[in-house]
């Protein structure tokens, strides 16, 4: 399936996408995502996913650095900054939460935005939400067949998302399309917003 001549894409020096994941689950999920499509991406998580970030806790994580000045995320994580605007360009933060360890006013102010308000990054942070989990969300999508365990949770997403090691090619990107599609239109989560972003960072091809 992988053995078509890959295209040349243009290269990509800036970060274009950043995320925030909530566990180890979303950490795996994202760097399928950075691995099939070849894309600058930062993922940023709690003890390499080990320990989770949880929404009740992120307005008290974006006023530390680097998330309290644009020009200091800017330059931990090489994003594009225009010095007269004061603004990042071409570049997305998102966030992928569980919402179940948190209130449902918390959960709302989350999914709308109103939770960043404060932050200098609010122009620039795109909720995704999982309800009430990723595990949730997948299997309402058909991606995952059964309920599964967290002892389990590692290995399982490990095979449905594995690191993809070779050419970025129309295979490979048809793969992650397939995927956006599956999880659109379901109302526990929008994590085709997420994937059809970084689908649009490879959208400019070499002729």
Known sequence: MRNKKAK???????????????????????????????????????????????????????????????????????????????????????????????????????????????????DYIVPIYNIPNLENALAKAGILARKISSSEKSEVYSKIFPINEGPLTEDVIQEVRLFSEKVSGHRETNMDVFVDYCLGIISQVTP
Not at 95 to 101: G, K, V
């Open 8 to 122: 040349a894409f243009l290269p990509l020096n800036y970060t274009k996408c950043a995320v925030i994941v909530h566990g180890k689950s979303e950490k795996i999920l994202c760097q399928y995502i950075k691995s099939q499509l070849h894309i600058k991406m930062e993922i940023i998580s709690r003890g390499k996913g080990s320990s989770s970030i949880q929404i009740n806790g992120l307005e008290a994580m974006l006023k530390k650095k680097p998330y309290a000045s644009l020009r200091q995320f800017a330059d931990e994580f090489t994003v594009e900054y225009d010095s007269a605007a004061k603004a990042l360009l071409n570049f997305k933060l998102f966030i992928i939460m569980d919402t179940d360890d948190c209130t449902l006013k918390m959960k709302e102010r989350y999914t709308s935005g109103e939770l960043f308000s404060s932050s200098p990054l609010k």
